[in-house]
């Protein structure tokens, strides 16, 4: 009574979408800091190492 | 307080007043009802067999259909002529504005169950006559619930984009206690089911629409200011 | 730099979870390797709540003391719940399909998990619909209350819709789960649970702080026109 095929196919699908998530997160974030340093260089710099 | 139900009084009788020269709400929502009626008939096979289990999900559906289109339309009269704003800068209590709209939004739902009902008996021979009282209770403890979450959200939407399809997608999957309850005690009072079946419904229906008549009440002001 | 050790820990016991669940378990005695999944399923439906809880929370104050953070919270926390909630959904149908035969069913608990789905995709969907900040936050604020009170009438109803018309499913909300587990399914569950509760508060804050910088740049924006 096997049935590793189901459990991979659910440990896949959860991992590769918090994965997803993160990495789309972070990357507004780089983003929203980019778009911000636009206009205000200074302030761009005293936050960027957070992203 | 008595100041409040004044205002919520007047306020209703505005509301009432307009609908009764103008009639534009319930003409419409008869009519869609109607029409959804039709559709039905044409939708599902309903026979004399069936029809006592059909009627609650079906009546109910054309209920809460109509009911959203005219909660799409309940602030549009106060908005038109910024009658909204007048209102807001009146010395007058949100809370009553809340009530007096639901109240509103009440009584043309309840008109229209009051056509539907009969109609619905008559085309697809359902014999309920002598159960009409019990059926018209809980449909409107249900309608009741419906619009108390109802004009908030209608209220909520007002300034959003897509609006008119918003609503409902916001507003239906609140309504499943509203929506099981009464499709479920109508269906207890057709297929003659135990009366002590319909106790935990019917608390569940008069739980709802305490519950979200107070927070309606609350919330609304912040939903007016601003 | 706290964020950072937070996520290391996550991924730390993310990996020792992993290793106890897929190999150091034993496989269930009649579902087989399938239980696997509960490793998963269990702790993000218990992350999903505490979304929703902290939806409830962030949304009370900020209609309380009208602050941003609040919102942003409530905002950010609403997300990760939806994520959650999603995977919760697809797990439970992954482990369905070998142990019910179906990947579908309306079992109460299925059935509840979907609805709140659809109330939270709700409030991500009206938040993105109004322009005005300050609208979209009130209105999601009110819609996270109203949705947060509604789950236990919501729970009752479908409750109630199944098991008054067939027989309680497998999954019976009265029992909970672990109280006829074996300890050596214990273990892999309470890391998992540990790993899911670091990697929410990781994703919270990550998301808190993506609101913050986008607030900032609204302002920036503000400042730089006026």
């Excluded at chain 3, 490793?39 to 902290?54: M, T």
Aim: glycine share 8%; with cysteine; proline share 4%.
């Amino acid at each position: 009574m096997g049935h590793w095929g189901f459990v991979f196919l659910a440990y896949g699908i959860v991992w590769c979408s918090i994965l997803i998530y993160t990495m789309l997160l972070k990357r507004r974030i780089q983003r929203a800091t980019a778009a911000r340093g636009k206009t205000h260089p200074a302030a761009s710099e005293a936050d960027g190492h957070e992203a | 307080m008595t100041g409040a139900l004044r205002q919520v009084y007047w306020l209703l009788w505005k509301d009432l007043l307009l609908e009764v020269r103008r009639r534009d709400n319930l003409l419409s929502m008869f009519f869609f009802g109607l029409s959804l009626l039709f559709l039905f008939s044409f939708a599902f096979e309903i026979t004399s067999d069936n029809v006592a289990g059909m009627a609650p999900g079906l009546l109910w559906l054309a209920f809460m259909f109509s009911g959203t289109l005219a909660l799409g339309q309940l602030f549009q009269g106060d908005r038109e002529n910024d009658c909204l704003d007048a209102l807001l800068l009146a010395p007058m209590d949100r809370g009553a504005y809340y009530l007096a709209k639901v109240l509103f939004n009440f009584s043309l739902m309840a008109l229209l169950e009051i056509f539907i009902l009969p109609l619905f008996g008559i085309l697809f021979r359902l014999d309920f006559w002598h159960l009409l009282p019990d059926v018209l209770l809980y449909t409107l403890l249900g309608t009741l619930g419906f619009c108390v979450v109802g004009v908030l959200f209608a209220a909520v939407t007002l300034r959003a984009r897509a609006r008119a399809l918003l609503l409902p997608v916001l507003l239906f999957p609140l309504m499943i206690p509203v929506i099981l309850g009464t499709v479920r005690t109508l269906q207890i009072i057709l297929g003659a089911g135990a009366a002590p079946d319909l106790v935990p419904w019917f608390r569940l229906l008069v739980g709802f629409d305490l519950i979200f008549i107070t927070a309606g009440f609350l919330l609304l002001e912040w939903v007016l200011d601003g | 730099m706290a964020r950072r050790i937070l996520g290391t820990l996550a991924l730390i016991l993310i990996v020792t979870g992993l290793y106890w669940g897929l190999v150091e378990a034993p496989p269930d005695a009649r579902q087989g390797e399938t239980q696997r999944i509960m490793y998963l399923h269990i702790p993000s439906i218990l992350v999903a709540y505490l979304s929703f809880f902290i939806v409830f929370v962030g949304s009370c104050l900020y209609l309380w003391k009208g602050e941003r953070r609040d919102d942003n919270l409530a905002h950010s926390a609403a997300e990760i719940g939806v994520l959650f909630t999603a995977l919760t959904i697809v797990e439970g149908s992954i482990w369905g399909k070998p142990t019910w035969g179906v990947w579908w069913t309306w079992d109460a608990r299925l059935t509840l998990t979907a609805i709140l789905l659809l109330i939270f995709t709700g409030y991500l969907l009206l938040r993105s619909l109004i322009e005005d900040q300050r609208r979209a936050a009130v209105s999601g604020a009110i819609l996270g209350i109203i949705g947060f009170l509604d789950i236990p009438l919501i729970h009752m109803s479908v409750y109630w819709w199944r098991t008054l018309h067939q027989p309680p499913s497998i999954l019976r909300p009265d029992k909970a789960p672990w109280d006829n587990i074996d300890p050596a399914m214990l273990w892999p569950l309470g890391i998992n649970f540990v790993a899911f509760l670091l990697l929410f508060f990781y994703l919270l804050s990550l998301r808190i702080h993506l609101g913050e910088v986008e607030e900032q740049a609204r302002r920036d924006r503000l400042h730089d026109t006026a």
